[in-house]
């Protein structure tokens, strides 16, 4: 499930604040980043977890898409952390040519440790 904000810092966060107070605890939960380029869209995003009702909290549903995919991890500290994923994203467009029919992803490993997956073209 989802919260969409516009490529903003401060829509992302505010994304990211609703999506963590809808669902209460974040324990156990399995966090991702996704970025529309085309529709210059964020979506943050959470596992559904069976008991979880989307609409009811005021959220969307989708899958995030397969395929092949670059990956960067980053490490350290938020938020010094969240400053290195946009140049680190743009370092890894220049080393592969990006499928921009899909978004970017973060996958949020913990809270110090990041993955970044660059969609490529197969």
């Known amino acids: 499930m989802f919260v969409r904000a516009v ?3 401060h829509a992302i966060r505010q994304a990211w604040q609703r999506l963590e107070m809808g669902i209460g605890a974040l ?12 529709a210059s869209e964020y979506r943050a995003c959470v596992q559904i977890r069976d008991r979880d009702g ?3 909290l005021g ?3 989708a899958t995030l898409p397969g395929g092949m995919y670059v990956r960067a991890r980053l490490r350290g500290g938020p ?5 290195q994923i946009g140049p680190t ?3 890894l467009t220049r080393q592969a040519v990006a499928d921009e029919t899909r978004p970017s992803i973060e996958v949020y490993r913990r809270r110090d440790e990041i993955d970044l997956l660059l969609p490529v073209r197969g």
């Open 89 to 91: 994203f743009a370092a």
């Open 54 to 56: 989307p609409k009811a």
């Open 27 to 38: 324990v156990g939960r399995k966090f991702f980043g996704a970025f529309d380029v085309g």
């Open 59 to 61: 959220f969307e549903s």
């Open 79 to 83: 938020p010094g952390v969240y400053e």
């Open 7 to 9: 490529d903003e810092p």
